[in-house]
Nanobody, 114 residues
Framework: QVQLVESGGGLVQAGGSLRLSCAAS????????MGWYRQAPGKQRELVAR???????NYADSVKGRFTISRDNAKSTVYLQMNSLKPEDTAVYYC????????WGQGTQVTVSS
């Protein structure tokens, strides 16, 4: 069984930065594609960024140039560095692991005030 635990969310002013972390238990981390998704109130969950086991990344257009996803396989942890935050980035951010079976974390709230 894989467990994903997110941390690092909080309240920040527009233009500020936050760094989210997702620690994974279980043995799949090194082979899984890891991703960050977000869901704002009244909206569907959307992909923010993901990184393959080989380190290839892709980002939503809305966060390109502002967010950076990275992973540390030795620590079984994936990170999302978020810079130049905007009020529209406000959402619950979820960590995702995809290795044939898909796993989700419990989510962490990010609130950006204007």
């Amino acid at each position: 069984q894989v467990q994903l635990v997110e941390s690092g969310g909080g309240l920040v002013q527009a233009g500020g930065s936050l760094r989210l972390s997702c620690a994974a238990s279980g043995s799949i981390f090194s082979i899984a594609t890891m991703g960050w998704y977000r869901q704002a109130p009244g909206k569907q969950r959307e992909l923010v960024a993901r990184i393959t086991s080989g380190g290839s990344t892709n980002y939503a257009d809305s966060v390109k140039g502002r967010f950076t996803i990275s992973r540390d396989n030795a620590k079984s942890t994936v990170y999302l560095q978020m810079n130049s935050l905007k009020p529209e980035d406000t959402a619950v951010y979820y960590c995702n692991a995809n290795s044939l079976v898909v796993y989700w974390g419990q989510g962490t709230q990010v609130t950006v005030s204007s």
